[in-house]
């Protein structure tokens, strides 16, 4: 078991500071229990609630933490009556001991961190423990918190994102989300009109014009960069769920569907003929396949105690990838929208559709592979 001592903010007014949405008790406590801690006990309630528990995380104000360095400290096990200080570190603790109330107790008169760390130096046995500085960060001031939610912000940027997505389309949806973000505004909202703005943008291909293609493909990207704001707003605010994860799954692939659609639509009504529904067909029976199939193998059963989604091959197998592996995930990113934009502009939309239609099949066969073998 592992509990939480949040100590009380130095400063009231700081401490009722929004910061992307909650305060910052409210995001310690969100973040905190997102990692597994059972419960966050203030400081004034110690003396009630301490009688039976052995091991906390003492946390003291204006720090936060990333998800994944929260999980790791909750993973880690402590030697009875022992204390880990963490290198560099001067705003929280690990400590396992039956009589942290009482050493709370005496500590009431100075409850600064390295008062409290003196007072178990000399009671406890100590343990130092390297933690890397990306993973925390601390405040001092409300005009620090900016950079804080910079801090924040950075971190909701995946590692398996592609170039364009990184460089370009996060600054943009992290920009909309920082002013979204103290708004009434869900993430299924956010969702619902990334998708409109999507099926919106595939309606442009239907009339088989280039300039209206245009349009289209520019609606498409900015459905893309919109659909980043959902899950930063969710992981922001501690909103995540399962149903939000699956209509952001599944609208993403209706999206792509409609467009395959809508251009093979266009390209019948200019050349006419059998071909343009044949690559239709393809093209969408591929997408819908691999869609299920990945929402089958990863994502049905899946909680939501981290993104709904990070890579087609997550629930196939648990090793290393292998180089066909990593190109199968970097097929399922979405840079491929840049793409449809050139193609758009070149007059030439319809070659997505011949790409979508060997493609989207063919990607659907390798997931098989790679589930098979």
Not at 100 to 124: C, M
Not at 142 to 168: T, Y
Not at 202 to 224: R, Y
Not at 335 to 364: N, R, T
């Amino acid at each position: 078991m592992k509990t939480v001592l949040l100590f009380p903010p130095e400063s009231a007014h700081l401490d009722s500071s929004k910061i992307l949405g909650l305060s910052y008790v409210e995001r310690v406590r969100f973040s905190l229990s997102k990692a597994g801690f059972e419960t966050v006990i203030p400081f004034v309630n110690a003396k009630e609630t301490l009688t039976s528990q052995e091991e906390f995380l003492v946390f003291f104000s204006r720090v936060l933490l990333t998800d994944e360095s929260a999980k790791k400290l909750k993973t880690i096990s402590l030697e009875p009556e022992s204390v880990l200080f963490f290198d560099g570190v001067e705003s929280f603790f690990l400590v396992r001991s039956k009589r942290l109330q009482t050493f709370l107790q005496e500590s009431k008169v100075a409850i600064s961190f390295f008062q409290l760390r003196s007072l178990l130096q000399n009671r406890l046995k100590v343990m130092y423990q390297p933690f890397p500085r990306k993973d925390w960060i601390r405040f001092s001031q409300e005009s620090d918190l900016p950079f804080v939610e910079g801090w924040l912000l950075r971190h909701l940027i995946k590692e398996n994102e592609g170039f364009m997505s990184r460089h370009l389309e996060r600054k943009i949806s992290l920009a909309i989300t920082r002013r979204l973000v103290n708004t009434r505004i869900t993430p299924n909202v956010m969702t619902l009109v990334s998708a409109a703005c999507g099926l919106l943008g595939a309606s442009f291909f239907l009339p088989a014009s280039s300039g209206w293609a245009v349009a289209g493909s520019l609606l498409f990207w900015l459905h893309s960069v919109l659909d980043g704001c959902d899950g930063e707003l969710a992981r922001l605010k501690f909103l995540e769920s399962k149903l939000g994860g699956w209509l952001d799954f599944w609208s993403d692939n209706a999206v792509h569907c409609a467009v395959f659609a809508a251009i093979a639509y266009g390209l019948n009504r200019r050349e006419g003929g059998d071909a343009p529904f044949i690559l239709g067909v393809m093209a969408v029976s591929g997408t819908l396949l691999s869609a299920g199939f990945v929402y089958w193998i990863n994502l049905r059963k899946k909680n939501v105690d981290g993104p709904f989604f990070t890579s087609v091959l997550e629930g196939i197998k648990n090793r290393d990838k292998n180089p066909l592996e990593k190109v199968t995930d970097f097929l399922a990113r979405r840079d491929f929208i840049y793409l449809v934009i050139l193609l758009s502009l070149l007059g030439k939309v319809e070659w997505f559709l011949w790409l979508g239609a060997v493609g989207a099949p063919f990607y659907f066969f390798i997931l098989l592979v790679l589930a098979i073998v």
